[in-house]
């Protein structure tokens, strides 16, 4: 069993950062990957960016690579999702969600992802 709590989300105007953390408990941190998706209003969820368990393999989606830069604290137990260069369209509920099952192998499948925080949310003002 693994505890995801989002935190960080908020309003900020157009070309503003945000970062947002996941603190999570519950299973031994660093053998799990970690990743970040969202979630707009009608529209479906998304993947946004994964981190492999050790930290060292990372995965961004097209839309958010070069704005965005996830991160991890393994003795903290927390995932970081640094977001500079903030557009409306990166507006949404975002979530953290837990693979446990590949180890360093990264995936931006949500199918593979076994839990899921509660969500946090970024609104952007043009």
């Known amino acids: 069993q693994v505890q995801l709590v989002e935190s960080g989300g908020g309003l900020v105007q157009a070309g503003g950062s945000l970062r947002l953390s996941c603190a999570a408990s519950g299973r031994a941190f660093s053998n799990y990957a970690l990743g970040w998706f969202r979630q707009a209003p009608g529209k479906e969820r998304l993947f946004v960016a994964v981190?492999?368990?050790?930290?060292?393999?990372?995965l961004y989606a097209d839309s958010v690579k070069g704005r965005f830069t996830i991160s991890r604290d393994n003795a903290k137990n927390t995932v970081y999702l640094q977001m500079n260069s903030l557009k409306p369209e990166d507006a949404a509920v975002y979530y953290c969600?837990?693979?446990?099952?590949?180890?360093?192998?990264?995936?931006?499948?949500?199918?593979?992802?076994?839990?899921w925080g509660q969500g946090t949310q970024v609104t952007v003002s043009s």
């Open positions: 969600a837990a693979d446990l099952s590949r180890g360093d192998y990264i995936t931006s499948s949500q199918t593979a992802y076994d839990y």
């Open positions: 981190i492999s368990g050790s930290g060292g393999n990372t």
